[in-house]
């Protein structure tokens, strides 16, 4: 999909309005659900600003109108509009922008694209229950697709996912989560790859410990910890905690697997000093020695 303005000197040529294509895209999303990936550029010859969209249909009707023409259409009321059968051609000319090196005018265009999941979610997502039917852990995060063949080679061309890049992270966790639906907590064939982004995933984010490694509810402690009030099961991350003169305390694996008390900071911070609980016999300058750290046991 092509978007272009009026001709002559038209206002709105003279830069790149992301608001018009997101009006744009609400006006087409009243009829069918789509993703998307836009960008705007400038042209090289006059500079005028104009955008290209790749529409991902999932679901509902594509407008009727006539293909590879210059139309005016109402969703489009700056100028014309023109719709194309999307092509190899099209996504890689779209997804330079993306790229390091630019020019001088790539440098000054705009790159949009739907992010809630990232696009091409659904495909790492069929990837990783292709490996959990074979009864496979993925060991690389190499990929490919059949019609896409190498000019040297004569084979399909094979595409690597950077490790730090949310689909990787994304057709991992598919496989972990897809897994466990279908074996319990039947184990995975050994995968360093698997156990990498699973250590990652503990250290970032610990409180979600809980629900990676039990299938159920977590256990509850038989004590709370020193000081502590009544343990409180969290289902939001299938976690008990505990208030603490100190702070607030989490129940739930360590990355050994052990299960002990953590701080977890920048939360609810320390109930006792905002007088939302009191502790009999405790004030809020109370201590109980050598503050707690992440991982610390009480």
């Not at 206002?11 to 993703?35: D, G």
């Not at 993925?138 to 094979?158: A, M, R, W």
């Not at 299938?238 to 900071?265: C, M, Q």
């Amino acid at each position: 999909m092509t978007l272009t303005y009026g001709g002559g000197d038209h206002p709105a040529a003279q830069f790149l309005t992301y608001e018009h294509v997101q009006r744009w895209l609400v006006e087409v999303r009243r009829k069918a659900k789509v993703r998307y990936l836009a960008v705007g550029e400038y042209g090289s010859e006059k500079g005028r600003a104009h955008w290209h969209v790749l529409l991902f249909y999932e679901s509902g009707k594509v407008p009727e109108v006539e293909l590879n023409k210059r139309i005016n259409h109402k969703m489009w009321p700056h100028g014309f509009s023109q719709w194309e059968e999307i092509s190899t051609q099209a996504i890689r000319y779209c997804v330079k922008y993306v790229q390091k090196d630019k020019g001088a005018l790539e440098k000054q265009a705009k790159f949009a694209l739907s992010k809630r999941p990232a696009l091409g979610a659904k495909y790492f997502e069929m990837l990783a229950a292709k490996y959990v039917d074979a009864g496979l852990s993925p060991k690389e995060l190499e990929y490919s697709f059949p019609d896409v063949i190498n000019k040297k080679t004569k084979v399909p061309e094979t595409f690597r996912l950077p490790k730090q890049s949310f689909s990787a992270s994304h057709f991992v966790g598919s496989f972990v989560r897809l897994w466990q639906e279908k074996h319990g907590n039947n184990r995975w064939p050994s995968s360093e790859l698997v156990d990498y982004f699973l250590d990652r995933e503990a250290a970032r984010t610990p409180l979600d410990l809980g629900k990676e490694r039990f299938a159920g509810r977590v256990p509850k402690p038989e004590r709370p910890p020193p000081h502590g009030s009544e343990p409180v099961y969290s289902p939001t991350v299938n976690a008990y905690f505990s208030d603490t003169p100190i702070a607030r305390l989490w129940f739930y694996r360590n990355n050994t697997g052990d299960l002990v008390w953590h701080e977890k900071l920048g939360k609810a911070g320390n109930a006792v000093r905002n007088n939302r609980i009191v502790l009999k016999g405790l004030h809020p300058d109370v201590s109980t020695g050598v503050p707690l750290s992440k991982g610390r046991r009480v």
